[in-house]
């Protein structure tokens, strides 16, 4: 099933939550940007459906597009072998997602390091904390804005120069 066929199905199911299908050159690379408060329901319907089975969540990661922050889902259906990529965009200041978690185990770990790094809220999260920066860090480093702070606790935190 292709990219274009999910997303007729998609639209027909969910409606107005499916923004548009982006088609590129290399199909393999097309997309479907979705409302971000329907996510939860749209990743169920494609887990659950026959037709879908999308049973693995392979990635889930952030994105800084300078004026919002955004998510990227990569699923995959091992019994049907086929592919959907899904994007939602989120308001820079206040990014809040449902988390999908409960859709997929492994959200749990790609949600936390997303909130880790691009400071993403998914609101439903059983244990929404960072996971690779202390807890007392400041900042999301992977953001585009973020400035590296020069002191740690004391500890000199420059990066070296060559």
């Known amino acids: 099933m292709q990219t274009k066929d999910i ?24 997309f479907i940007n979705v409302v971000s408060t329907a996510i939860k329901e749209i990743t169920m ?4 459906d026959k037709e879908m089975q999308f049973d693995y969540l392979t990635m889930l990661s952030g ?4 004026d919002s922050l955004g998510i990227v889902y990569h699923l995959y259906s091992i019994p ?8 939602v ?26 909130y880790d790094m691009f400071g993403i809220e998914f609101e439903g999260h059983s244990e929404l904390e960072r996971i690779l920066c202390p807890d007392d860090w400041e900042g999301y480093p992977l953001r585009k804005d ?3 702070p020069t002191q740690y606790h004391g500890i000199d935190a420059t990066p070296n120069k060559v």
């Not at 308001?91 to 936390?112: C, G, L, Q, S, Y």
Request: no cysteine; net charge positive.
């Open 7 to 30: 997303f007729n199905k998609l639209q027909t199911k969910f409606g107005t939550n499916m923004i548009e299908l982006v088609e590129l050159e290399n199909v393999a690379d097309s």
């Open 45 to 48: 319907f494609l887990r659950d």
């Open 63 to 66: 994105i800084d597009y300078k």
């Open 80 to 87: 049907l072998k086929h592919k959907v990529v899904l994007k």
């Open 89 to 114: 965009k989120l308001d820079r200041n206040k990014p809040i997602v449902p988390t999908i978690e409960r859709v997929w185990k492994t959200a749990n770990w790609h949600e936390r390091e997303t």
């Open 146 to 148: 973020y400035i590296a």
